[in-house]
Every structure is written in C-alpha cells, then in structure tokens.
C-alpha cells in the first residue's frame, strides 16, 4: 500500500552534483527505513545508502565522502545529495522502502542519472 517515487536524476558532468529526492505515501513516514539503490547497464543492483527512523543514515564505500542522506518526515520525503559525481554513478537510482512494523518492502520506478566528462 506505500507507493514510492523517486526524482531529481538527470545528466550532470562529472564533479558535479545532483540531488535526488524519495517521496513515500500510505504508510507512517517515520515506521520506514528508507534506501537508496543503483544498478548501472549490464551490472547488478548495488546498495548506496540507508536511512533509519531517526535519521541515521549509512553508506557504501564508493559514495561515503560524497554523498549525504537525509530525511524529512514531516514533508514524507528522503534526500540524497550527490556531490563530486563520478562517471561509475551513472546508473538508475531506485529507492526502497522498509515497513519496520510488517517488514514489507516498496520500490520506486527509478531516476536516471547520467555523468559524462
């Protein structure tokens, strides 16, 4: 019943930055765990980041000094800024969503992001 959607990709020369935005509906915003995801043509599904209920957020080691995550449960929304973009970001971005209390999970559509030099 949570539907998912992602915005704010597009084409960013390399250095540059973006900032992606995940929107959550039907559920209690601060009951979810909120994750970013990316899977680049021809390779798997690579987790980026995390974020729990009370906005302590995770991240992989590709992205740990460039990205930052964050949330805003009054808005219902999660941020994800990305700086100093890489040519290896490029990739669709999805985000994922955690129920903590039924432990089901919901996927947005997925934003392209795209970084050329």
């Known amino acids: 019943q949570v539907q998912v959607v992602e915005s704010g990709g597009g084409l960013v020369q390399a250095g540059g930055s973006l900032r992606l935005s995940c929107a959550a509906s039907?559920?209690?915003?601060?009951?979810?765990?909120v994750g970013w995801y990316r899977q680049a043509p021809g390779k798997e599904r690579e987790w980026v980041a995390s974020i729990d209920a009370s906005g302590r957020a995770t991240y992989a080691d590709s992205v740990i000094s460039r990205f930052t995550f964050s949330r805003n449960n009054a808005k219902n929304t999660a941020y994800l800024q990305m700086n100093s973009l890489e040519s290896d970001d490029t990739a669709i971005y999805f985000c994922?969503?955690?129920?903590?209390?039924?432990?089901?999970?919901?996927w947005g559509q997925g934003t392209q992001v795209t970084v050329s030099s």
């Open positions: 994922n969503v955690r129920n903590i209390f039924t432990n089901l999970n919901y």
């Open positions: 039907g559920g209690t915003y601060r009951s979810l765990v």
